[in-house]
């Protein structure tokens, strides 16, 4: 009864934290023209601005304190991750254990800092140089963007604190359930949309069958290839306790083909979106300047140069990240010192070479999937004319984090379980 009591605990505070998270979406920056807001989304329809609005669940277009989202702390994350391969320093305190993780996570939240003020600056000063959005600020002096800066970075620094909340106190991972609800947030808004349209005989009903068979074949996949697993099996040599002999007995070593989940995909939208908000401002700044605005055009939004970094960055971090959450080295060694050996596979070097050969072709597998989950979608939007935001990005962010979530709660329920068998056997005690 206490496990059950401890996951309805858990389930609520979860659930009141995400309702703190939505109403602080629909509280605007102090001086914003929402009318001018409405205007903009309404005949405009830019793909980047449409997923920044997603990931922050709508705030962008209500300018709200939490427009920036936890997007300056995913990409805090990718740069200490990154700059932990090359700083010895770094790799030292990852080693150091929980008080090493702690002092990495303590710079994080430094790094999160300066970049939400920088990139809080960027959306104040850029905003207005946005075609459609020239009257966008009631007010235009220096309190002005003293408070509107202080106040995004303040929606940021509070959303990376309720998301390590979540994780402490709730179910599954804090942020990755902010980033979840602020992308579902946008679903009535689009149900709304096509049921609009259909009225408006712009799309039949064969047409919406065939989005959702689409929809529905594409989900199926996300889940067929984050539930597979690649099993090594893996032997135990015989051992002698007394005067009996056991036998030779065998387990396996599983490994997901998705090892890294939807983290590159996060990774990979955060840092589109960064330098996109940046390049914006900058264009407009030196706008007079004719061969810098040429060399900013160049990296101005486009669909076609998106599509491709967006690729090539989710591939990258495919890599990257399986090699940080996956130690091949690490996974020999502990065999070794178990006595374990993978059969016709000499112990040691010989393993960690086999081990690691499996490992790049699951993540080359997972890779390949990843990014194909990512561009259905947008060639489905561009071939089929999808008249609202189905992106491969989203959808796998929705469905896996669902998916881990899940099995948080199946794992907590097990527990339960485990414990009242063993209460039957007169073999669970009380701390």
Same mark, same amino acid.
């Given at each position: 009864?206490?496990t059950l009591?401890n996951?309805k605990k858990?389930?609520?505070?979860v659930?009141?934290a ?7 979406s629909?509280i ?8 001018v ?6 005949y405009?329809?830019?793909?980047l601005l449409?997923?920044?609005n997603m990931?922050s ?6 300018v709200?304190?939490f427009?920036l989202?936890?997007?300056p702390?995913?990409?805090a994350s990718i ?10 320093r770094l790799?030292?305190l990852?080693?150091e254990g929980?008080i090493?993780?702690k002092?990495?996570?303590q710079y994080?939240?430094?790094l999160?800092?300066?970049l ?7 959306i104040?000063?850029g905003?207005p140089?946005i ?6 600020f009631?007010?235009t ?6 408070i509107a ?5 303040t ?14 106190k709730?179910?599954g991972n804090g942020v ?20 609009s349209t ?5 799309l039949?009903i064969l047409y919406?069958f ?10 199926f996949i996300v889940?067929f290839?984050e539930k597979s ?5 893996v032997c135990y040599?015989r051992r002698q306790?007394?005067?009996r002999m056991h036998?030779l007995?065998h387990?396996y070593l599983?490994?997901k083909?998705n090892?890294?989940?939807?983290v ?5 939208s955060?840092?589109?979106l960064f330098?996109?908000i ?6 407009? +700044?030196?706008?007079?300047?004719y061969?810098?605005?040429k060399f900013?055009d160049?990296f101005?939004f486009?669909?076609n140069?998106?599509?491709f970094?967006?690729v090539i960055l989710?591939?990258f ?5 399986t090699?940080i959450m996956?130690?091949?080295q690490?996974?020999a060694?502990n ?5 374990a050996?993978i059969?016709g596979?000499?112990?040691g070097i010989r393993?960690?070479q086999?081990?690691k050969?499996?490992v790049?072709?699951?993540?080359t597998?997972?890779?390949?999937y990843?990014?194909? +989950?990512?561009l259905?979608?947008d060639i489905?939007?561009e071939?089929?004319?999808v008249?609202?935001y189905f992106?491969?990005t989203?959808l ?5 984090v ?6 948080q709660?199946q794992?907590l329920m ?5 414990k009242?068998?063993l209460k ?8």
């Open positions: 009864m206490s009591y996951l858990r389930m609520w505070f659930f009141v995400i309702i703190i998270f939505r109403i602080g629909f605007p920056i102090p001086g914003i023209n929402i009318k807001l409405e205007k903009f989304f309404i405009k329809n830019s793909s449409t997923m920044f990931f669940g709508g705030s962008l277009n209500r709200s304190v427009t989202g936890v997007m702390y995913i990409s740069i200490i991750q990154l700059l932990t391969l090359i700083s010895s790799r030292n990852k080693k929980e090493g993780n002092k990495i996570n994080t939240k430094y999160t800092l300066l939400a003020v920088i990139q809080s600056i960027s104040i000063f905003l140089f075609s459609g959005m020239q009257n966008i009631i007010f002096d220096f309190y002005f963007y003293v800066v202080i106040s995004l970075v929606g940021t620094i509070f959303l990376m604190w309720l998301g390590e909340f979540i994780t402490e709730g179910l990755s359930l902010i980033i979840f609800f602020g992308i579902i947030s946008t679903l009535p808004v689009s149900v709304i949309h096509i049921f259909m009225h408006f005989s712009y039949n919406i065939f989005i959702s068979l689409v929809m529905i074949f594409t989900i889940v290839i697993q690649h099993k090594i099996i040599a306790q007394g005067r036998a007995h387990s599983p490994l083909i090892m890294a989940g939807v590159p995909v996060i990774f990979a955060s840092v589109l330098p996109s940046i390049i914006t401002y900058c264009r407009h +700044i030196f706008n007079n300047v061969y810098v605005t900013l160049f101005k486009n669909r140069i998106y599509m970094a967006n989710i591939i971090f495919c890599f990257f990240y090699s996956f130690n091949v690490d996974t060694t065999l070794k010192k178990s006595g050996f059969p596979i000499r112990p393993t960690m086999y081990i050969k499996i790049l072709k699951l993540t597998i997972g890779s390949i990843t990014v194909f +989950i990512c259905v979608p489905m939007r071939w089929l004319k008249p609202f992106g491969g989203s796998l962010i929705v469905v896996v669902l998916m881990e979530f899940i099995i709660i794992t097990m527990s339960t379980q485990y009242k068998i039957k056997a007169n073999l669970y005690l009380k701390n």
